[in-house]
């Protein structure tokens, strides 16, 4: 039994480590001012494990992680510190809301410079969801991404089993 654990790991988390998506915010705009990042983040599926990266030119913003009534207001002292690199990656650890501003000058409360998103986890993947996913393209792509994340899970696991 023990010898089959790296085998049921394989199986269990390769697809999931597969579908890990990396979302630059804002896209080419990046993390600035005068950009609806409401608009951005809608539609799109947040999962346990995928990364955020905030890109700027360093020294024009930042990233703080707020909560909620800090976010709405625009509050300056983050609950977690400030990132401030130009290139800040945030792996998305836990699920439920998160809030991120910039906490230069009025970026927050006058240009808008916050982002608010809600991150779900394994389970509530669209593969596994039981109503079916309104954006009917990127559930194709993403059922087509977890047959190939399986297949390529199914030919590690033969690989162990062939080590062992
Ligand atoms: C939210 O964050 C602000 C600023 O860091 C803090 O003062 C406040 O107590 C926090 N509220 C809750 C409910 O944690
Ligand atoms: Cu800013």
């Known amino acids: 039994m023990a010898q089959k654990l790296p085998l049921l790991l394989a199986i269990l988390f390769l697809p999931a480590i597969a579908l890990a998506t ?8 990046g993390w600035t001012i005068d950009f609806d990042y409401n608009a951005w983040a809608e539609g799109k599926d947040f999962m346990v494990g995928d990364t955020l990266i905030f890109n700027y030119p360093r020294g024009q913003h930042n990233v703080a992680k707020v909560n909620g009534s800090a976010f709405q207001s625009c509050t300056k ?6 990132m401030d690199s130009g290139n800040d990656k945030i792996t998305l650890a836990t699920p439920g809301n998160k809030w991120y501003i910039c906490t230069f000058g009025q970026h927050c409360a006058v240009g808008g410079q916050k982002l608010k998103i809600s991150v779900s986890d ?6 596994m969801q039981p109503t079916p996913n309104p954006t009917a393209q990127s559930s194709a792509r993403t059922n087509m991404a977890n047959g190939l994340a399986i297949f390529l899970g199914a030919i590690f696991a033969s690989f162990l089993v062939i080590l062992n």
């Open 77 to 82: 002292e983050p609950n977690n510190g400030i």
């Open 22 to 29: 990396d979302y630059v915010v804002g896209e080419d705009k």
């Open 122 to 127: 394994m389970s509530m993947s669209p593969g």
